[in-house]
């Protein structure tokens, strides 16, 4: 079974900045595309960067973070981090990492890491 730990949410004001990581294991993580996602107060969970596998590890951001958010990953230590700048409030929500492709996720999700921005 796959056991997803996610890690460095936090309470941070508009414009900070925050690192999450995600540690994977049970599972052939290289093999996989990863993805970053969120659940807002009210909301859908979205995914909001995914990075594929492989050579050049192209990576893909929904409009709302593109330019403030960066997705990375480390196969060998089976990690994947979401480097997030200029933080605002709109980006309060709980991180999930997953599988990068939304119909096939690893069950069960992660707990989560909580992100609230706020003055």
């Known amino acids: 079974q796959v056991q997803i730990v996610e890690s460095g949410g936090g309470l941070v004001q508009p414009g900070e900045s925050l690192r999450l990581s995600c540690t994977i294991s049970g599972s052939i993580f290289s093999l996989n595309s990863m993805g970053w996602y969120r659940q807002g107060p009210g909301k859908e969970r979205e995914l909001v960067a995914r990075?594929?596998?492989?050579?050049?590890?192209?990576?893909n951001y929904a409009d709302s973070v593109k330019g403030r958010f960066t997705i990375t990953r480390d196969n060998t230590k089976k990690t994947v981090n979401l480097q997030m700048n200029s933080l605002r409030p709109e980006d309060t929500a709980v991180y999930y990492c997953?599988?990068?492709?939304?119909?096939?996720?690893?069950?069960?999700w992660g707990r989560g890491t909580q992100v609230t921005v706020s003055s």
């Open positions: 990075i594929s596998v492989g050579a050049g590890e192209n990576t």
């Open positions: 997953n599988r990068g492709v939304q119909t096939a996720v690893w069950q069960p």
